[in-house]
């Protein structure tokens, strides 16, 4: 098994989170913060929200202002920027990868835990190389076939996030639409749900399907995925849509989040009668 390695992503996005308190803490704004360190004021919250790095020098003379002076704290801060100043295994994908889709792979390297719910296709960590191929000739992003593959290729990449050393936990819901749908033709859809099947088998893998008979559900309004992270208190929900991705951090958008997730384990069916539907829907390919 691979070990797992520090994500630069979210390394990045912890030093933010420090930084930020740093600053409340010291009851200081963004215009007071830019004007002593003669930035603009967007530098300063680009930085506090994770949406850019910053240089170490730049973060020793910020750290100076705030009257951090030498110790363990210091050392972390610019270590994490060190981190985070890193490149993951996706950025050279990054000609093919839409920022956000990149800052969700960064984030998802280092998560401890994955909720993901899907009404309309198997979860990208539980696709075959041929479903996700086919998938993605189904969009309406005008795609070359080189660049299908290259995306293909960063979602098995993804997958090793199931057999690294530490695993997250990972735990899919699947509505029974998305297993009954013929994507890529019968021959493909047969091997998909298999390997669904062998997915699940995977000690720190869970699997449940949302029955059609469960009728309206909280997953009506799309899929959505819940990271979650030992280093930090709060998850960060993410959503796909037609027009672009989400990342929701504000607390009543998380607490949203969380409650649908609830809902949905609660109208789902067990992780054995799951395996059982997925077994039976593959047999009807």
């Known amino acids: 098994m691979m070990s797992r390695e520090h994500s630069p ?71 994490l920027a060190k981190e985070a100043r890193q490149r993951g295994w996706w950025h050279a994908y990054r000609d093919v990868l839409p920022p956000q889709y990149a800052e969700y792979i960064g984030l998802e390297a280092e998560a401890s835990e994955v909720l993901n719910f899907e009404p309309l296709s198997v979860p990208g960590l539980l696709q075959t190389a041929d ?39 990972l735990w899919f819901i699947i509505d029974e639409a998305a297993l009954r749908r013929l994507v890529g033709g019968p021959s493909v859809m047969r091997t998909q749900l298999r390997h669904i099947l062998e997915r699940a088998r995977l000690p720190r893998v869970k699997v449940q399907v949302l029955p059609l008979a469960a009728g309206a559900h909280p997953g009506t309004a799309g899929s959505f995925a819940i990271i979650r992270f030992a280093e930090a208190s709060e998850p960060i929900p993410y959503i796909e849509t037609i027009a672009g991705d989400l990342y929701l951090e504000k607390p009543e958008e998380i607490r949203t989040c969380n409650l649908a997730w609830s809902y949905l384990t609660a109208k789902a069916i067990g992780p054995v009668e799951s395996l059982e539907l997925i077994s039976k829907v593959a047999e009807e390919c």
């Open 9 to 79: 992503t979210f390394r990045r996005r912890l030093l933010a989170r420090e930084l930020r308190k740093i600053r409340r803490d010291r009851q200081l704004t963004n215009a007071q913060v830019a004007e002593a360190m003669d930035v603009r004021q967007p530098w300063i919250s680009r930085i506090e929200t994770g949406a850019r790095g910053i240089q170490l020098k730049d973060l020793k003379r910020l750290l100076d202002f705030y009257e951090i002076g030498p110790g363990d704290y210091r050392d972390k801060l610019v270590d």
């Open 131 to 169: 479903y996700a191929r086919a998938m993605m000739s189904g969009t309406l992003t005008e795609m070359s076939e080189e660049e299908i593959e290259r995306r293909v290729e960063v979602r098995m990449a993804r997958q090793t996030l199931l057999t690294v050393t530490p695993s997250p936990r």
